[in-house]
């Protein structure tokens, strides 16, 4: 079974959170309705602004943790290579 590691964004440059499922978009539709993590309702943490797909769910976990000891700057660097504008991709995502 495959798996997703994703950034959210309450905005361009603010507030960021890393997660990992196995159903991207259902994962991003229950942090846009309030039922995902309780950091990313308190801060309103819901845009889908980067993301990575993996064919095994090992893999994207073993992904997940390592994004999170990254730098600030290291995950910004990241998400503006893939999204320059910060786009919400739940907005075009195609599932």
Do not use: Q
């Not at 889908?48 to 290291?74: C, G, M, N, Q, S």
């Amino acid at each position: 079974m495959g798996g997703h590691v994703y950034i959210l964004a309450s905005r361009p440059y603010g507030t960021l959170y890393v997660g990992v499922t196995s159903d991207l978009s259902r994962r991003v539709w229950e942090h846009r309705e309030g039922m995902g993590s309780l950091f990313c309702r308190k801060y309103g943490v819901h845009r889908l602004v980067y993301y990575e797909e993996f064919d095994d769910i090992t893999l994207a976990i073993h992904r997940e943790k390592r994004l999170k000891h990254y730098p600030r700057r290291w995950k910004i660097n990241l998400i503006e290579a893939m999204n320059p504008t910060w786009a919400d991709f739940y907005e075009t995502w195609n599932c």
